[in-house]
């Protein structure tokens, strides 16, 4: 098991507070791959060290602490290049991760479906293969002769091709799925439907708002990355089909190799007609958490879709439903928005009622279209 001392590092124009708060959400992200954080440090830094990001005196410190508390490894709170995580692992003497590490860790564990399997070891093999190339220079350093090609790069040479090969092979499989899915698309294309997808941060409550809305059981968890597949359901609004997809959820700082190889997934966000943007209203850093989904909605460019922004957990804020209007007179966002509680199920039929206007404006955009 892991056990781990969390690194964080602060930045300029970063507040200590900002990087604590990641801390506690990366001792989440330990926790969900079965490992535990003992403690954590927040080293300031204004310009990071290039090759052991936090300078050599406080690693030995690091270091005591790794000692004294019996860790077997250390996280950082960063994404670390190929030779500081070399650097650092040999001072530390223990398993030295990054932030990406531990999400793909937790990826390769959640996936279900063949597509998602795949899509992560494409993103995890992606990551790696730039990084293959210091470590031949170590191996062959070992052997002596300069100038020649030491039998450590051959080897990585080798390992490389190999990941190239595999790589190219995913990229196919997924081809294929895609091609499925594009088939089962098209008979909901086909129709004059409305098409909803649910974005939002991990855990604010994307697939409770799905059972809600169409009142079918779905993994509901309270753990970062619960949901890892698109999953697609229907809901009715005045006896109209509409069709509801629950995607996974974000997080800050996501490996870009993970955006960019869950785009297939994501697809379903892409060409929807409205996003449901869910916001777990009772967590302090929502408005930050915002940020991070609208930057994600950009890179797989679903940021100009129309959207409506659903507060969810307001039943963690208020005590009835009634006092949801006396909340609202409080409550400034200057766009669309519902504030919900997707668990006792309040506002879900003003929800709906909302997405009935989207229903007919989309209705008269497909008409005009046509
Ligand atoms: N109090 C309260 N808790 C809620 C509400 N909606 C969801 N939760 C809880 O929030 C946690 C996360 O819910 P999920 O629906 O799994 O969240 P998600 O957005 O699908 O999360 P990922 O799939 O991990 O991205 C669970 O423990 C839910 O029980 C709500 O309206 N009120
Ligand atoms: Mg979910």
Redesign the pocket.
């Known amino acids: 098991m892991i056990k781990a001392i969390s690194v964080g590092l602060q930045h300029r124009n970063q507040t200590r507070e900002q990087v604590l708060e990641s801390l506690e959400e990366l001792e989440g992200l330990i926790d969900a791959i079965g490992g535990k954080s003992v403690g954590y440090l927040v080293k300031r830094k204004d310009f990071p060290d290039a090759s052991t990001l936090v300078g050599g005196s406080y690693l030995n410190l690091i270091k005591e602490l790794v000692e004294g508390t019996g860790s077997n490894a250390v996280v950082f709170d960063e994404f670390l290049t190929p030779s500081q995580v070399r650097n650092i692992e040999a001072i530390l003497g223990v398993d030295v991760l990054d932030r990406a590490n531990v999400v793909f860790e937790i990826f390769m564990r959640r996936a279900k479906t063949q597509q998602a399997k795949l899509q992560i070891e494409l993103a995890k093999l992606t990551y790696e293969l730039p990084r293959l190339y210091g470590l031949g220079a170590r191996l062959s350093r070992q052997s002596g002769k300069m100038g020649t090609r030491g039998p450590g790069e051959q080897l990585v040479e080798i390992k490389r091709r190999a990941i190239q090969k595999r790589i190219h092979k995913i990229r196919e499989e997924i081809e294929q799925i895609k091609k499925h899915h594009k088939e089962q698309r098209k008979n909901r294309f086909k129709t004059n439907n409305l098409k909803v997808a649910l974005v939002?941060y991990?855990?604010?409550?994307?697939?409770?708002?799905m059972k809600a809305l169409t009142k079918k059981d779905v993994?509901?968890?309270?753990?970062?990355?619960?949901?890892l597949d698109t999953k697609v359901g229907t809901g009715f609004v005045d006896g109209e089909k509409i069709f509801i997809t629950?995607t996974?959820?974000f997080i800050d700082r996501l490996p870009p190799e993970l955006v960019e190889s869950f785009k297939t997934t994501l697809e379903e966000v892409v060409l929807a007609d409205l996003l449901l943007f869910?916001v777990?209203i009772?967590d302090k850093r929502w408005l930050h958490k915002i940020n991070t989904v609208e930057k994600i909605l950009q890179d797989i460019g679903a940021h100009e879709k129309p959207i409506l922004y659903v507060f969810?957990?307001?039943?963690?804020i208020v005590n009835n439903k009634e006092q949801i209007a006396l909340f609202e007179k409080s409550f400034f966002f200057e766009k669309p928005y519902i504030l919900?509680?997707?668990?006792?199920d309040w506002n879900i039929d003003a929800l709906l009622e909302r997405m009935k206007s989207y229903y007919k404006s989309h209705i008269n955009l497909t008409y005009t279209y046509a």
């Open positions: 939002g991990t855990n604010a409550g994307k697939s409770s708002l993994f509901i968890s309270n753990m970062l990355f619960a949901t629950d996974v959820g869910v777990d009772s969810n957990k307001i039943d963690k919900v509680s997707s668990e006792r």
